[in-house]
């Protein structure tokens, strides 16, 4: 999943199987409007959510990223892969302190 966006306002994102969904010839003459998908809870999370939100929230709808926005702007992605060294770290953490 990518995110498009429309000078600082998030206007959707697109995946490469969309991408792969339009025949080759068309790559160069369609739009990315024309494809993508809107934001929404599945593939957005606020910049105030914690991590265990996040992580919740990948796992109920099966993504490994979400676009992190404050309102409609993008300010960055997480993916799961982050979430899972963030974890490991806490856990490194908390066991040197022990």
Do not use: H, Y
């Amino acid at each position: 999943m990518f995110p498009v966006v429309e000078g600082e306002r998030l206007a959707g994102c697109i995946s490469t199987r969309q991408v792969k969904e339009l025949p080759r010839e068309a790559w160069e003459s369609t739009p990315v409007s024309a494809v993508m998908e809107q934001c929404s809870a599945e593939n957005c999370i606020q910049q105030e959510a914690d991590a265990t939100k996040a992580l919740a929230r990948m796992s109920q709808r099966g993504v490994s990223r979400l676009m992190v926005v404050n309102g409609d702007r993008l300010l960055g992605m997480v993916t799961l892969k982050d979430l899972l060294q963030l974890l490991s770290l806490k856990i490194e953490l908390e066991d040197n302190e022990k």
